[in-house]
């Protein structure tokens, strides 16, 4: 499959080049001088927290713009993640996805910031992302930047790995009506209505939507490559209950009284009911297949309801010399509860257990921008956040002993300054640094620098040093026991199991070449990077705790190559290779049976065979006549051993194909649309996720939406 990739990747260089030469010939035929369709390196900001074009910024970057969105034909957010370099995204459950720069995660997926518009939406006690009950749709996305690298500098803690940063839409961006209507296989049935309006002062948007599908289909037979043993079919025959509905709403409005003054003001909710829970340690009488009649099962198949809200306002201030003030502050909720009955040791309990997570965030934010001299710009500020958890675990006799209640507010600050300085007109200084002091009263100083010389007009080097730390979660400094970790809700436990866990530390260095090649209108985005990670936490099997000790260095390439031969065609192309080696073998030998190899003649190293040593992806979409387009995307990941799963969870190499095809229309009048038909997996491959009874079948739906 390797040798395979490496075709595929060369022929789409080789003839995307082609491409590009013979329509550059053809249009210095006509026009000499016509490149008006060129476009350089987009402008971003999540990076440093200043407007940058993306060959000054100091990490490398990923943009997701609208057009990509549309053409890669994606329901979800988190699959619009597989279009950048080195990222891994898997699914424990249909609406539970995991997403993690360059793997080494467990199903939580805890090294990421995620932003949208600018609030952190990862809660506690977890410390990971809700995606399925975030209260926006993919078509409230404007554009997303990901920073590939540590970031913490600018975004302070969770920023180890990265930063995802989406962007919705702006108030203005809906003046109408709008209506949408997708239905397809595996019960997929979507329906959205939006509408806005523009004024002199005010803009708004509002978005009513319902998504819903029946995630992957109950297995009847076992995937391709999975041994036909009577353990695995108990595993992974008949398990599958992760149906998701959700019902959301979002709203953005601008006012705008003068050319000084912006007050943006953002609210949202979304209920979602997710089906989780397994059957495959039920006991004999009810699974025929389990072949330990006293087995436990406190995971059984039920619903996992979650109630998830947010208000954001931010007041921007334009300031003498185009300085500007910026003051923000968001709140978040989420309530989450599920009521579900267990077997102990074989034994039906007939009164359920009921489990409820409360948690809820305050934050407010000063920034200000400013430039000092002509040659220098200059951000600083300073933040404070409350997260509040209450988490409660209601259990009938004879397992009331794990019943428990949990609270625990905290507070956290911190302050940041980025400055970039510009000494020479080919060189650009960036650095930068954010001292914060969180819940544990770790004090953790995260800096940054880069140095981005313009070699010559149109080509960029870029060299760059960080280090960033990240806060234990929660459930990590507290602890529940397995027994006391029922369902699918973490309820932690009632004193801290590791309080003097220590944050993880992440150093990392990179290289990186950028560049513009407008005689065929091509991009190179090439990245060498070096990260280590330290006092890594894990779950020690030995203490029965998390603890730190876990050491991992990842080294590799990334590499973004993107032309667009005519007007009408662009091609995307992502590819990574990464290297990896960590003390999982040590600390196997001292006896960590959670770094137990699950194979050994593939894998000696369970940590870095938890990374996939090559991916990909290809994204081509080019508009026709008559108001057709045509979209294609190609995926492709390495084989490789989740972190937390059995043997049978191993994933083979994947590889995956989707196709879009939309025909737009419009009338005489205000009234225009369009219809779209999309296939995922076009040649149903079988792939398998994270949890091998995910197998991702053939997708096939299609979406009309109306505007007027």
Excluded at 316 to 340: A, C, G, S
Excluded at 525 to 551: E, H, V, W
Excluded at 566 to 592: C, K, M, P, W, Y
Excluded at 676 to 687: C, E, M, P, Y
Aim: proline residues 5%.
């Amino acid at each position: 499959m390797k040798k395979i990739l490496k075709i595929i990747m060369s022929l789409a260089c080789g003839g995307t080049l082609l491409a590009a030469a013979a329509a550059a010939a053809a249009a210095a035929a006509e026009v000499p001088d016509e490149l008006g369709y060129f476009q350089e390196f987009p402008v971003v900001l999540s990076a440093s927290r200043l407007l940058q074009p993306l060959s000054e910024a100091p990490n490398a970057m990923t943009v997701i713009d609208r057009d990509m969105i549309a053409a890669s034909g994606s329901r979800t957010i988190t699959d619009l993640l597989k279009l950048v370099p080195g990222m891994y995204v898997s699914y424990y459950k249909g609406s539970q996805p995991i997403v993690s720069y360059h793997g080494t995660t467990d199903q939580y997926a805890r090294r990421m910031q995620v932003l949208i518009d600018g609030r952190s939406v990862y809660l506690p006690p977890l410390s990971a992302v809700g995606w399925a009950d975030l209260p926006i749709t993919v078509d409230d996305i404007e554009r997303i930047e990901v920073i590939r690298g540590p970031a913490a500098a600018s975004h302070g803690a969770n920023s180890t790995q990265g930063v995802i940063s989406i962007t919705t839409r702006d108030a203005t961006a809906v003046n109408g009506k709008q209506l949408a209507y997708t239905h397809g296989t595996q019960g997929i049935n979507d329906a959205s209505v939006r509408f806005g309006g523009n004024g002199e002062v005010y803009d708004y948007r509002m978005t009513l939507a319902y998504t819903a599908d029946n995630g992957y289909a109950d297995l009847h037979k076992l995937p391709r490559k999975v041994a036909a043993t009577l353990p695995n079919q108990n595993s992974l025959l008949r398990n599958n209950n992760d149906s998701n509905q959700a019902r959301l709403l979002n709203y953005r409005a601008n006012f705008h009284p003068g050319s000084r003054d912006s007050f943006d003001l953002q609210f949202g909710f979304n209920r979602d009911v997710q089906g989780v829970g397994f059957v495959d340690k039920n006991p004999s009488a009810v699974n025929p297949l389990n072949l330990n009649p006293s087995s436990t099962n406190g995971n059984t198949p039920h619903d996992l309801v979650a109630n998830s809200g947010y208000a954001q306002f931010d007041w921007i201030r334009v300031l003498e010399n185009e300085d500007e003030l910026r003051l923000r502050y968001y709140h978040l909720q989420r309530n989450q509860h599920e009521t579900f009955n267990v077997y102990l040791s074989g034994n039906f309990i007939p009164d359920p257990l009921r489990q409820t997570a409360r948690a809820g965030r305050d934050e407010i934010e000063v920034q200000h921008t400013l430039s000092p001299m002509a040659d220098n710009r200059l951000v600083y500020g300073a933040a404070w956040r409350q997260d509040r958890i209450n988490a409660q675990l209601q259990a009938p006799f004879p397992v009331a002993v794990i019943a428990r209640d949990f609270n625990l507010r905290s507070d956290e600050w911190r302050v940041f300054s980025h400055d970039e300085w510009r000494p020479l007109d080919a060189l650009l200084v960036n650095a930068g640094a954010m001292y914060e002091r969180d819940r544990m009263d770790n004090a953790n100083f995260s800096p940054r620098a880069a140095l981005n010389l313009h070699v010559a007009r149109h080509h960029t080097l870029r060299a760059g040093v960080s280090l960033a730390y990240r806060t234990p979660a929660v459930v990590e400094e507290f602890t529940p026991s397995p027994l006391e970790a029922p369902g699918d809700l973490w309820v932690p436990a009632r004193f801290a199991t590791a309080p003097d866990l220590k944050p993880e530390r992440m150093f990392s260095r990179e290289l990186g070449y950028l560049g513009e090649f407008p005689e065929w209108n091509g991009v190179i985005d090439l990245r060498l990077f070096s990260d280590q990670l330290r006092n890594g936490i894990y779950a020690s099997k030995l203490s029965q705790k998390f603890i730190n000790g876990a050491a991992i260095q990842v080294r590799g390439f990334e590499l973004t190559f993107k032309i667009k031969p005519d007007r009408d065609g662009e091609l995307v192309l992502n590819a990574a290779h990464i290297l990896a080696r960590s003390n999982s073998a040590q600390l196997f030998a001292t006896g960590e049976s959670a770094f137990r190899p699950v194979e050994p003649a593939k894998f000696n190293d369970l940590t870095t065979g938890s990374i996939p040593r090559n991916s990909g992806s290809v994204l081509y979409s080019r508009r026709m006549r008559d108001g057709w387009s045509v979209s294609g995307a190609f995926y492709y990941q390495d084989g490789l051993q989740p972190f937390d799963r059995p043997q049978v969870d191993f994933q083979h190499a994947q590889h995956r194909t989707d196709v879009r095809a939309a025909k737009t229309f419009h009338d005489s009048g205000d009234l225009h649309g369009e219809v779209a038909l999309v296939v995922q997996n076009l040649f149903d491959s079988g792939l398998t996720e994270y949890v091998a009874n995910n197998v991702f079948e053939r997708r096939v739906f299609a979406t009309l939406a109306v505007r007027w």
